[in-house]
């Protein structure tokens, strides 16, 4: 019983002492020929042990791109290469096709512990490149 009591206090003890915050953003935007979507799921911790606060965060993202016409307009794409830029982090991502794509829909994702984190009201820039064409985008925060 003496165990359990102990344990109970220090979970409360533990409890006091952390603040968690979760930030959880879906961007989105769309140009001409596409649409985009980074989906941002970050969790910050702080903490107090003896007197001193301490901080800890990690994150998760999702980038999905979706051309807006059909496959039958990409049957002769040769290569992609997207990218987008965060005010603190950026992506690249590039496919070279030997034969036509079978989607409309390329995606890449990736996280990170103790990295910047991505705040609500940036503005992500997406340049997408296919082929000998270019598309500027710019996604916006729809969580607000």
């Not at 020929?33 to 969790?43: D, I, K, M, P, Q």
């Not at 911790?45 to 496959?71: A, C, P, Q």
């Not at 005010?87 to 409309?104: A, D, Q, R, V, Y």
């Not at 996280?111 to 985008?137: F, M, Q, R």
Request: hydrophobic share 30%.
């Amino acid at each position: 019983m003496k165990k359990i009591i102990t344990l109970l206090f220090t979970i409360v003890l533990l409890a006091g002492c952390s603040e968690i915050t979760n930030n959880d953003y879906i961007f989105s935007g769309e140009s001409e020929s596409w649409e985009a979507e980074f989906t941002y799921n970050g969790t910050e911790i702080w903490k107090e042990k003896n007197g001193i606060k301490t901080y800890t965060n990690e994150d998760r993202h999702r980038f999905v791109l979706k051309y807006k016409g059909s496959l039958e307009e990409l049957s002769s794409l040769q290569k992609i290469e997207y990218t987008y830029e965060t005010i603190s982090s950026s992506g690249k991502s590039t496919e070279e096709f030997m034969e036509p794509p079978s989607t409309l829909t390329f995606s890449s994702s990736g996280g990170s512990k103790g990295g910047a984190k991505v705040g609500e009201d940036e503005v992500i820039l997406v340049n997408v490149k296919w082929d000998d064409l270019e598309e500027t985008l710019k996604l916006h925060n729809n969580s607000k």
